[in-house]
């Protein structure tokens, strides 16, 4: 997902890539391989402009930042954007949000404390064909909703570094990761 963040915040006018923090020193070369399961991962990442760091705390230290993007493991998300967030510097959290919900509340509580934004990345609702079906019944175009049937299929995600999404402990499992777009989906469609 560093993959995809990078790409996104590439496409936006008026934002500096800065840094990048990241634990594997092969990170430049790994760049370049395909995998995931997000399209497009295939783009190149121009290391030569950026400052790559291995500690966060040193990231955040020495760079002038406005928002970081947290892309690590589930297990990572709360004690990481709470240590961006108390930095002073806007946090763009992957989803799930936390693996418990007293984590998403700590989360929620440095967001406030330090008055800066804290957002989860539920991207499937932006994704065009989600857009598109939440625009159609949002006009009554075909009348009002009365039942919906579900259904996303997916392979298993053997690609995780150290396997950390095979293991529920540090993934949450398919319902914290996988499931949860879906469930965002639904209540965003039918609220």
């Not at 997902?1 to 890539?17: E, N, P, Q, S």
């Not at 121009?46 to 230290?61: G, N, R």
């Not at 709470?82 to 992957?94: D, R, S």
């Amino acid at each position: 997902m560093g993959r995809t963040h990078y790409r996104c915040w590439k496409a936006l006018k008026d934002v500096d890539i800065a840094a990048i923090c990241e634990t594997n020193p092969k990170i430049a070369e790994d760049a370049k391989k395909s995998i995931g399961n997000i399209g497009r991962t295939q783009d190149e990442v121009d290391f030569s402009s950026l400052e790559l760091y291995t500690d966060i705390e040193k990231m955040l230290e020495k760079e002038k930042l406005d928002a970081v993007s947290i892309t690590l493991p589930t297990y990572l998300h709360a004690d990481t954007s709470i240590q961006v967030l108390a930095a002073g510097v806007h946090v763009l959290c992957e989803k799930p949000m936390a693996l418990n919900i007293e984590d998403c509340r700590r989360m929620i509580d440095e967001a406030n404390r330090s008055g800066k934004i804290l957002q989860i990345g539920h991207c499937v609702r932006f994704w065009p064909e989600y857009a598109t079906a939440r625009d159609i019944i949002e006009s009554g175009e075909y009348g009002k909703v009365i039942a919906a049937s579900f259904q996303r299929l997916g392979a298993m995600p053997a690609w995780s570094a150290n396997n950390w999404l095979m293991d529920e402990k540090r993934s949450g499992g398919m319902a914290l990761d996988l499931h949860i777009h879906d469930t965002d989906f639904i209540q965003y469609l039918l609220r």
